[in-house]
C-alpha cells in the first residue's frame, strides 16, 4: 500500500490518495510523503481521499499525527474523504485532537462533498513524481 499524489494545477489542490490496506506505517509512510511534498512546493489546499481502504490503523497512530505538526500548511483547506465508517470515526478523532492545529481540516464522505467544499469544477489532477 503506497500513498499516490496528484495536483490539480489549475486549482491548485494536492491530492494523496490512500487504497487497499492502510496499516500504521502506510499512513505515516503518506504523512512523510505530503510533509516531504510542501518542503519543496508552494503551499496548497488538500485532499486525503481514503479509496477502497480496509483500514488497519491503530489509535495511538492517529493520536500521535494529532498531536504532531500538520503535514498541510496552516491556512490552506484540507479536506478528508472518508467513504468508510471506520475510518470517518478515526478522521473525527483525528479532527477532534488536532483542531487547535489543524482548523481548516473538513471530512467528508465523497469526492463531490469535497470539491463542493473547494468551490471547484471538474478538477484536472495530473501525477506528482515521487518526492
Known amino acids: 500500500m ?3 499524489l496528484d495536483f490539480d494545477t489549475r486549482n ?7 487504497e487497499g490496506l492502510v496499516t500504521d506505517e502506510s499512513l ?3 504523512y512523510a510523503c505530503v ?3 510542501f518542503a519543496t512546493h508552494p503551499p496548497c489546499r488538500g485532499i486525503l481521499f481514503f479509496s477502497n481502504t480496509k483500514f488497519e490503523v491503530s489509535s495511538n497512530v492517529v493520536k500521535r499525527l494529532a498531536s504532531a ?5 496552516t491556512g490552506f483547506m484540507r479536506v478528508f474523504v472518508t467513504p468508510t465508517d ?3 470515526g478515526m478522521a473525527r478523532m483525528f479532527q477532534m485532537l ?3 492545529t489543524r482548523p481548516d481540516l473538513h471530512i467528508v464522505r465523497t469526492l463531490e462533498e469535497a470539491y463542493g467544499l473547494l468551490q471547484v469544477e471538474s478538477p484536472e489532477f495530473g501525477p506528482v513524481p515521487e518526492v
Open 86 to 88: 471506520v475510518v470517518y
Open 69 to 73: 505538526a500538520s503535514a498541510f500548511p
Open 98 to 100: 488536532g483542531e487547535k
Open 12 to 18: 491548485g489542490i494536492l491530492r494523496a490518495t490512500l
Open 35 to 37: 510533509t516531504n511534498y
Open 28 to 30: 505515516l509512510e503518506c
Open 2 to 4: 503506497g500513498c499516490a
